[in-house]
């Protein structure tokens, strides 16, 4: 099926909630009905896929999802301001932050909180008709204004109102994933990072960013004017919220060092390394034997005389302690 007003089938999209496929079940009042494995029903709304999830939202995300309602447009029109503010061309900075998704020209992109679309427009520059631009958020009235913006475009794409904390897309399907000025709005950033993370393909690149001033100028004059019109301002970064598969990891200020901005590639699990190599010098060991081969500790004294004798005859801790247990079981379990 083909959305008037995107390019779109229902075999794209999961389901928010079980990531199963999604089947149709019925037209009700005229609009498609789609259901999951679990029963759970979506629709459209005004002619976009509604997948947000749950459809009770925690009180602090249902609060930002109310406050872009009616205020998209005001929004569109003064966020220049933030780069007008420290004298930058705002094309110049957002082209400088998508740079970092090192895109290909046929890449599968998804942006998070698309918003408006200020940066959508860039990145779908970079994309050729064997690319794809995939937007989501959870104002009806932002992405809309960003629907507009993206309506005479040839490139392969889809919009859908939903939550990011339980996106309703394949796992290990985009390139690229990108949110730029939404990360602190987010109920649960571990959460959202969990499911970029699960969407974006390993080796891809996520890249992030929002507002937060760095601890050194929370002092300054120039703090305290900008956080009383943004109270955004005095926001920390999400640092304690990255993912372990997060690999390559940048963390820099930008705008006037009133936004971070996050970029790593993805990688598979915990980070892995070589801890069985032998470990020259006295101690000895390994990495692994290091962590793995603690026993119950001695006197003071018996350690001293332990080291005392290891040293005097060039031997290492590790293989002394490790020759003379085994020695003993053997002897005394037979």
């Known amino acids: 099926m083909k959305n008037t007003n995107m390019e779109f089938n229902e075999s794209f999209f999961v389901s928010p ?5 999604l089947y149709y079940k019925e037209y009700e009042k005229g609009k498609p009905t789609f259901v ?34 009616g205020r998209a447009q005001q929004y569109e029109d003064t966020l220049h301001l933030t780069f007008f503010t420290h004298s930058l ?30 940066d959508s427009v860039l990145i779908a ?44 897309y394949p796992d290990n399907y985009f390139d690229a994933t990108y949110s730029f000025g939404a990360m602190g709005e987010f109920s649960d950033k571990k959460v ?5 993370i699960r969407v974006t393909k390993p080796g891809g690149k996520i890249v992030f960013g929002d507002e937060s001033i760095p601890i050194w100028l929370r002092n300054t004059e120039y703090y305290k004017i900008l956080v009383k019109t943004n109270p955004m301002f005095e926001a920390n970064i999400p640092i304690e919220d990255m993912p372990v598969e997060a690999r390559n990891v940048n963390l ?11 970029d790593f590639e993805v990688g598979i699990g915990e980070p892995t390394a070589n801890f069985d190599f032998q470990i020259p ?18 006197k003071p004294d018996t350690k ?3 080291w005392e004798f290891v040293t005097s005859k060039g031997l290492n801790m590790h293989t002394w302690l490790d020759d003379m247990i085994n020695d003993h079981l053997k002897n005394n379990l037979q």
């Open 125 to 168: 520059k970079r994309l050729n008709k064997e690319g794809e631009l995939h937007l989501q958020d959870i104002s009806e009235d932002m992405i809309r204004i960003c629907m507009d913006k993206l309506s005479n475009d040839i490139l392969k794409k889809s919009f859908c109102l939903s939550n990011a904390h339980y996106l309703p």
């Open 192 to 196: 959202v990072l969990s499911e970029m």
């Open 304 to 306: 001293k005389k332990a």
């Open 17 to 21: 909630k079980t990531k199963s496929a």
């Open 36 to 69: 999951d494995s679990s029963g759970e029903e979506f629709y459209f709304r005004n002619s976009i896929p509604n997948f947000i999830y749950p459809k009770v939202l925690n009180e602090i995300d249902e609060k930002s999802k109310l406050f872009y309602e």
């Open 252 to 262: 820099s200020w930008v705008i006037g060092n009133t936004f971070y901005l996050i």
């Open 89 to 118: 061309d705002e094309i110049e900075i957002r082209n400088s932050f998508i740079d970092k998704l090192n895109l290909k020209a046929s890449s599968k992109v998804l942006e998070i909180a698309c918003g408006t679309g200020r």
């Open 281 to 298: 010098g006295v101690r000895g060991g390994t990495y692994r034997t290091r962590y793995e081969g603690q026993l119950e500790g001695v």
